[in-house]
Antibody, heavy 122, light 109 residues
Framework: QVQLQESGPGLVKPSQTLSLTCTVS??????????WSWIRQPAGKGLEWIGR???????NYNPSLKSRVTISVDTSKNQFSLKLSSVTAADTAVYYC??????????????WGKGTTVTVSS | SYELTQPPSVSVSPGQTARITCSGD??????AYWYQQKPGQAPVLVIY???ERPSGIPERFSGSSSGTTVTLTISGVQAEDEADYYC????????????FGGGTKLTVL
């Protein structure tokens, strides 16, 4: 059974770049037709989709974050990564990685990591 | 941007039926998905493509769609169903192809 695990610094200074990695275990990141996504959730608030990537490197981003987000994939390590630049306190959140099922132009997340908390503070 | 609207909270007694709604202009043309999130845990998919249930999800969870509103129904609610529930869908243009509703806190009285 596929499992996802987020990793990265829990504290990032304002204006710096947040970097997280999601490691996929129990299956190859390249198998099937899955995409791979990042979602975040500020404390006490709702979910916000950040973006997704296919193993070919093709990406789609939330328009509201697009200018600051880069998602990449490393199939040799069975990992995909998130970089969010110029962070502010508003980027403080729990960050989740997830597997994305594409179906006829629709996308939904069927497997999620446990999440990792990132705080933006000096 | 595109918005999906959910009621902030729904309360129900054990054994009763809970209905959580999600409204959006594009829902007649787009599928909806539902996630359950318990405190301190990651979301779990409970309904996909409006009304399909993933394996391992109890039969008491069901979904339906009517016009611009989709509904998650939990029949015979149990204490363990107390959680936040989020709908997810997309706008009709494809610009916003993953959008979450604001979430609904289900309280089991």
């Amino acid at each position: 059974q596929v499992q996802l695990q987020e990793s990265g610094p829990g504290l990032v200074k304002p204006s710096q770049t947040l970097s997280l990695t999601c490691t996929v275990s129990g299956g190859s990141i390249s198998s099937g037709s899955y995409y791979w996504s990042w979602i975040r959730q500020p404390a006490g608030k709702g979910l916000e989709w950040i973006g997704r990537i296919y193993t070919s490197g093709s990406t789609n981003y939330n328009p509201s974050l697009k200018s600051r987000v880069t998602i990449s994939v490393d199939t040799s390590k069975n990992q995909f990564s998130l970089k969010l630049s110029s962070v502010t306190a508003a980027d403080t959140a729990v960050y989740y990685c997830a597997r994305v099922v594409p179906w006829g132009g629709y996308y939904y997340m069927d497997v999620w990591g446990k999440g990792t908390t990132v705080t933006v503070s000096s | 941007s595109y918005e999906l609207t959910q009621p902030p909270s729904v309360s129900v007694s054990p054994g009763q039926t809970a209905r959580i709604t999600c409204s959006g202009d594009a829902l007649p043309k787009q599928y909806a998905y539902w996630y359950q999130q318990k405190p301190g845990q990651a979301p779990v998919l409970v309904i996909y493509k409006d009304s399909e249930r993933p394996s391992g999800i109890p039969e008491r969870f069901s979904g339906s769609s009517s016009g611009t509103t989709v509904t998650l129904t939990i029949s015979g609610v149990q204490a363990e169903d107390e959680a936040d529930y989020y709908c997810q869908s997309a706008d009709s243009s494809g610009t916003y192809d993953v959008v979450f509703g604001g979430g609904t806190k289900l309280t089991v009285l």
